[in-house]
C-alpha cells in the first residue's frame, strides 16, 4: 500500500513544485517597471529570461521586450522580439491549432499567446524601426504582421484585428510610394469601423494625383489635423510632414480567478453530465456524485480577466496649442477581456469534456488501485475501507491540485494604443501631453520635434497610473 501511495503522491509533488506563479516571479521587475526605474528593470527580467524553462521563455521575452522599448532601447528591444517571434513561429509550425484551452494542468504546457499577441510581436519590432527611422526594415515587419491578420480573418473574429498596425503600415507605405499597399490597408480599416479614414483617403489621393479621390474626398479634409507653422487650421498640402504619435496608454488587464469551480453553477451542472457521460464511456461502476466530490476544493480552470488602468486620452500641446488627434486604434484590454470574459459559456462548453475525462480516469484508477490491496490483503473489508478512504483522498486532492487557472499572461502591455497624424509645415516644434489625471506617469519622450517636408517622423510614448 506504501508503494501505491507513493505512485499518487509524487505526480502531486512534482506539479505543485513546477507551477510557481509567474506574477509572483514578475513582482519586481513589474515595481521597478512601474516606478519608471527601467534599468534595474532589465537587469532583473533578464535573468528569468534567461533562465526560464520553455514554458515561459516567450512571455518572459515579450515583456524585456515592452521594457526596452519603453526607455527608449530599441535596438535592443528588436533583439527581444525577435527571439520571441522565433518562439512564436516555431510554436505555430509545431502545435495544431487550439481553442482555448483550460484543461487539467494547462499551466504545465509551453505559453503560446492568443494569436492577437503574437501580433503584437511583430508590431513591436515595427514600431522599434520606426523609431529608429529605418522605415523600410519597418515596412517588411508590418507585413508579416499582415500576413498574420489575414490569416487571423479566417479563424478569428474581426475584433481581434489589429488596425494600429494597418494604420502605420499605411502611413509607411504612403512615403515609401506604395500607394496600392496605403489604399488596401485604409479599406482594411473601413470595414472594421474603427475610425473613418476619408481625410486621409484625401491625402493619399493628393500623393498620387488620383483626380478622382481628391474630388470624392476633399470635403472630408477639413477632418484632418492639418496645421501651418502658426499652428492654425490649415489646407494639407504635399510639402507638410507628419508628426505620428503613438500612445500606448494605461495598463493592460491580467488574468486571476474566478474563485471555486462548484461557486459556478453553470460549470457545476456542465462538469456533472460530462462526468456522468465518461463514466458510461468507461464502463465504470462509479457514482457520479463520488467522481465530482473529488473536485470539491478545485478551482475554475478558466481565468477572468481584470481591468487595472483603462488608461486615458490625453490632449496634445504643440507650441502651447492643445490638440484633439488621438483615436484608439487597438484596445488590447478589451480585445482580452472579450476573448476570455464575454466567450465564458462558450470556453466552458469546449473543455468541460476533457476535464470530465481526466478527472473520471484519475478516480477509475484510483478504484483499480484500492480493490488490488483489498484483493492482496486475501479481501479484508478492513483493508478495503482503508484503501479507499485513503487513495481517494490523496488522489481526490492531487485533482483538485491541478485543476487550477493559468494566470500567465502579458502583463507590462498597455491597456489601448492610440495614434495621432498630425500634418505640419516644415519647422521645429515643442510637444508635450496634457492629461486629467495629473498622477499618470509618461515614459521619456523628446520635448521638441523637427518636422521635415513630406516626411513621417514617429513618436512614441507610454503613460499610465498605477493605484
Known sequence: MKKV???FLLPVILFISCTTNYAVRLAKTEDLFYKKNYEKAVDTIRPLAVEAGERDKLLFLMEAGVIMHTMGEYEKSITAFKQADEIAETIKKSVSKQVLSFIVNDRMVNFTGENFERVLIKFYIALDYCMLDDLENARRYFRKADYELKEMKYDDAAWKQNCAARYIDAVIAEFLGEYNTARVEYKNIEQLNIKDISGERYVLGVKENDSSDISQYQKNSRELACFSSSLSAAAYNTNMGELVIIHQSGLAPVKSSRGRLFDDAFFKDALTVAIGAALVAQGAALSTTAVIAMLGSAENPIPEYKIRDAGEIPVISINNVPINAFYVMNNYGQTAMYNFNDEYKSIVTKNVASIATKVTAAAVASHIASKKIEEASGGNPLVGLLARV??????????AASIKPDLRCWRLLPNDFQ????????????ISFLFKDPGRNTSPYPGKIMIKPGKPVFLTMRSYIVR
Do not use: D, H, K
Open 5 to 7: 501511495l507513493i505512485c
Open 390 to 399: 485513503t487513495i481517494g483522498a490523496t488522489t481526490g486532492a492531487g485533482v
Open 419 to 430: 495614434i495621432a497624424r498630425i500634418f505640419l509645415e516644415p519647422g521645429e516644434y515643442s
